[in-house]
């Protein structure tokens, strides 16, 4: 009875020791967090300018007719100055009745009512490739009737390649981080154990004011930044 009783009790130990060891196994290695950034800065080959048209009058198809006829004449502009039809998107187009208020009269302290007027809008979003023409193309359309301007910003037109050399700075530094870390702390840095990449695109960055080849509007293009961002964990060497 004795020797079954000690049987069992190294069947056990021996059992629980090897759990032990398969735990002490599966447990994960000291690491190393890092957050990375990596941008590059470009001269912009696009832009995107968002225009358009707007009339009051008291009938409202008086105001769409004035509309149309200007929107007809900058779109006739816009390709006679080799803009893609491709390129060229209606944004907006709204009829509204506006009914202001006149100021109280100081007499009898009524106000009295504005006659109605019929308020038509028109507004596109064009790309304009060649940066060079932009001012002038600006110059033309502003001639043409455009009397609202709600937007100009300046883009590359394949970014893939910017975002791909952003991805591969934000590792290298990264990277760097993680070496420095280490090194600070005495210990040695271990493989990668996972990358987490975030894109945030481009984003504007203005420089300084230049003026377009054509003698047209003056256009800051400035600079295009894509920049990116990644998670990278590293083990510390055992």
């Not at 900058?74 to 491709?86: P, V």
């Not at 907006?92 to 007027?117: C, F, I, S, W």
């Not at 455009?146 to 591969?168: C, I, K, W, Y």
Request: charged share 20%; aromatic share 2%.
């Amino acid at each position: 009875m004795r020797n079954m009783m000690m049987a069992s009790a190294l069947a056990l130990a021996a059992m629980t020791g090897g759990a032990l060891a398969q735990d002490t196994g599966n447990m994960m290695p000291p690491q190393i967090e890092v957050q990375g950034q990596g941008e590059v800065a470009v001269a912009p080959d696009m832009a995107v300018i968002s225009l358009g048209v707007m009339h009051r009058a008291p009938q409202a198809q008086d105001a769409v007719k004035a509309v149309n006829e200007n929107m007809d004449a900058i779109l006739q502009r816009l390709t006679e100055q080799g803009i893609e039809s491709s390129d060229v998107q209606t944004s907006q187009l709204t009829v509204y009745a506006d009914q202001n208020m006149q100021p109280r009269d100081m007499n009898n302290g009524e106000a009295a009512d504005k006659p109605v007027e019929f308020v038509a809008t028109s507004m596109l979003n064009v790309r304009v490739r060649d940066l060079d023409a932009l001012g002038g193309l600006i110059d033309l359309v502003l001639q043409d009737g455009a009397n609202q301007m709600s937007g100009l910003r300046f883009d590359v037109q394949s970014p893939e390649p910017l975002e791909a050399q952003a991805r591969e700075r934000a590792v290298q530094d990264a990277m760097e981080q993680a070496a420095q870390l280490a090194a600070a702390a005495g210990v040695e840095l271990g493989p990668v154990r996972r990358i987490t990449a975030y894109n945030n695109g481009g984003r504007p960055k203005m420089m300084e004011m230049s003026r377009s080849m054509d003698g047209g509007a003056p256009v800051a293009s400035g600079e295009v930044t894509v920049d990116a961002q990644v998670s990278v964990i590293f083990d510390i060497a055992q």
